[in-house]
């Protein structure tokens, strides 16, 4: 059974960093594309970073040059770094799979809330 | 990177059928077959409806269908139920090797 579990989400001040991390279970993350999709409290999804099963990665306007995705095959992990940041950064990230093969996600973790205020 | 448009809300009567349309541009919904489609209910993970415009996961109703038509992709589903009410969100596949999600659409049913 495929299973996504975010953590390192919390509250955090505006200029810090902060650590995300998705566990993965039932199939390797070097297999397909993992992405960050995140949700502001109210609002819609938003793509935040994709990184692929070469090691490729992409990042929204956003986030570019401030947030980091990596992976950890050994751990079957995916992390987000996330540094620089800002009020509008408040969100629940959610961890998404993309489907093998195919150009969406297929299955998503239940998220970790992030909240960036002084 | 900016959102696919999405209508806000819609709504409908039980047994009745809906169309939530999903507006892009040609370098995402007008370029590729990749449109999604995820329903979402509060406090809850989004959930694969539809992929590649039209196709169905194992385990989505028959109710749920979608089509596209140059830069508009567009999710029906038929023989509403008080379950269907939802957030409902489409994504594309872009031009950029990246996705772009719409603003997302509040089913009421009725």
């Known amino acids: 059974e495929v299973q996504l579990v975010e953590s390192g989400g919390g509250l955090i001040q505006p200029g810090g960093s902060l650590r995300l991390s998705c566990a993965a279970s039932?199939?390797?993350?070097?297999?397909?594309?993992l992405s960050w999709v995140r949700q502001a409290p109210g609002k819609g999804l938003v793509w935040i970073s994709t990184?692929?099963?070469?090691?490729?990665?992409y990042y929204a306007d956003s986030v570019k040059g401030r947030f980091t995705i990596s992976r950890d095959t050994s751990k079957n992990t995916v992390f987000l770094q996330m540094s620089s940041l800002r009020a509008e950064d408040t969100a629940v990230y959610f961890c998404?799979?993309?489907?093998?093969?195919?150009?969406?996600?297929?299955?998503w973790g239940q998220g970790t809330l992030v909240t960036v205020s002084s | 990177q900016s959102a696919l448009t999405q209508p806000a809300s819609v709504s409908g009567s039980p047994g009745q059928s809906i169309t939530i349309s999903c507006t892009g541009t040609s370098s995402d919904v007008g370029r590729y077959k990749y449109v999604s489609w995820y329903q979402q209910r509060p406090g809850e993970a989004p959930k694969l409806i539809l992929f590649?415009?039209?196709n169905r996961p194992s385990g989505v109703s028959n109710r749920f269908s979608g089509s596209k038509s140059d830069n508009t992709a567009s999710l029906t589903i038929s023989g509403l139920q008080a379950e269907d009410e939802a957030y409902y969100y489409c994504s594309s596949y872009t031009i950029s090797a990246t996705w772009v999600f719409g603003a997302g659409t509040e089913l009421t049913v009725l």
């Open positions: 590649d415009v039209s």
């Open positions: 998404a799979r993309g489907a093998h093969g195919g150009n969406y996600v297929d299955y």
């Open positions: 990184i692929y099963s070469g090691g490729s990665t």
């Open positions: 039932g199939f390797t993350v070097s297999s397909t594309y």
